[in-house]
Each structure stands twice: as C-alpha cells, then as structure tokens.
C-alpha cells in the first residue's frame, strides 16, 4: 500500500499570500496518478486536479499542481476567504487507493 | 447537473448490519464506476469500496473486505452499499463518488463528484 504523507499538517496564512502543499508517496506513484481534493468543514471533498497537474472542470487557475514519482506540490495564489480549507492529496496508480492525512490552512 | 444523495445511514450495533444507498441524477448511471469512501469523525478519508459501470468488476479494501458488498442497480440509478459484522471502527460517514470512466483501471481512479455523505455510528 502506498502511504502519502502531507505536509505540513496546518498553514496559517493571510487573505492575499500563496500556499505551497506537499504530497510525498511511499513509493512511486503510477504515471502520476494523483488527485488533491478542497475540503470546507461540513461539507464533502471536491476534486481540484488529477493527474498531478489537471484542473477540474470548473477550477481556477489560481489552484496548480505538480511533480512526479514521490514528490507533489499544490501551489495556490492569492488566497481568498472561500480557500481556507482542508486539502487531501490520493493516489490512483495503485490498489488500495490511498489519500493523504490532509493539510489544513487556516486563515492567520 | 449530477446530484448523488446518499441514505441509509444511522446508529447500529456492533455486529449489526445495514445498508446504505447512494440516488444519482444528472448522468448516464450505467456508463461510470462508483466508489465509496469514509471519513471517521474528524479525520481523513479512506477508500472503502468500487464498482464499475455494469457491476461486473468489484473493488474493496482490505478493512472491509468479506464484511461489505457494494452493488448498483442501473434500472433504478442507485449505488449501495451492504455493510455486514459492523464494528465501532467503521463509525464513519459515508459519501458515494462518481468516477470518470466505466471502469476503474488506466488512471481513472479519481472521484469527479461527491454525495453529501451519511452517517454511519457503530456503538453499542
């Protein structure tokens, strides 16, 4: 089973700053199958990029992923009041599919 | 617009069973896998369970397997999960997910549109 461990667990950052989130796999991730997620508190995970660097369908250009192999980065810009949430990471190269234990940003 | 609805959820004992269902509208139901993933109260997600377009290729996780059977009824638009031997670490809710392909293979494991979720507590 692959495990991803995010880092770092909580970013407390001002309205206006970017965010940079870390994704690190185990092992390697198959052709870059990873997927992060938004996560607002009390409702459900919404995908924001496959395939390491993908955009949703819907998602701002302001959200950008990248990286291969163990190590991803979800780079936001420009923080706004809607993007302070939780953020998972997953990984779909291989069964089980696994998310990551979440990194939580926080409004400074 | 997709919409999946899940329901079902509720208080059972351990070793209690129950079934959850998952209603979805807006897409062509038999031509996409489904899943279901977890979340235990104030924690991160777990994958539980897959199933793909026509209900022939079935996917679980090692913490469910043999206790859960997922299915889906493409006449009806519904996904369930039959959820056997429950145990207070299955204490959870429950969300259903659309994925993009019939099947989940090739790098379409990821979950396109999620259900709001239903509770699941397992005490006693």
């Known amino acids: 089973e692959i495990v991803l461990t995010q880092s770092p667990g909580t970013l407390s950052l001002s309205p206006g700053e970017g965010a940079t989130l870390s994704c690190r796999a185990s092992q390697s991730v198959s052709s870059n199958y990873l997927a992060w997620y938004q996560q607002k508190p009390g409702q459900a995970p919404r995908l924001l990029l496959y395939?390491?660097?993908s955009r949703a369908t819907g998602i701002p250009d302001k959200f950008s992923g990248s990286g291969s192999g163990t190590d991803f980065t979800l780079t936001l810009s420009r923080l706004e009041p809607e993007d302070f949430a939780v953020y998972y990471c997953q990984q779909y190269g291989s069964s089980p599919w696994t998310f990551g234990q979440g990194t939580k940003v926080e409004i400074k | 617009e997709v919409q999946l609805l899940e329901s079902g959820g509720g208080l059972v004992q351990p070793g209690g069973s129950l079934r959850l269902s998952c209603a979805a509208s807006?897409?062509?139901?038999?031509?996409?896998?489904m899943t279901w993933v977890r979340q235990a109260p104030g924690k991160g997600l777990e994958w539980v369970s897959a199933i793909s377009g026509s209900g022939a290729s079935t996917y679980f996780a090692d913490s469910v397997r043999g206790r859960f059977t997922i299915s889906r009824d493409n006449s009806k638009n519904t996904l369930y999960l039959q959820m056997n031997s429950l145990r207070a670490e299955d204490t959870a809710v429950y969300y259903c997910?659309?994925?993009?392909?019939?099947?989940?293979?090739?790098?379409?494991?990821?979950?396109?549109?999620w259900g709001q979720g239903t509770l699941v507590t397992v005490s006693s």
């Open positions: 395939g390491a660097s």
């Open positions: 997910a659309k994925l993009p392909g019939t099947y989940c293979s090739g790098g379409s494991c990821f979950l396109v549109y």
């Open positions: 807006g897409f062509t139901f038999s031509s996409y896998a």
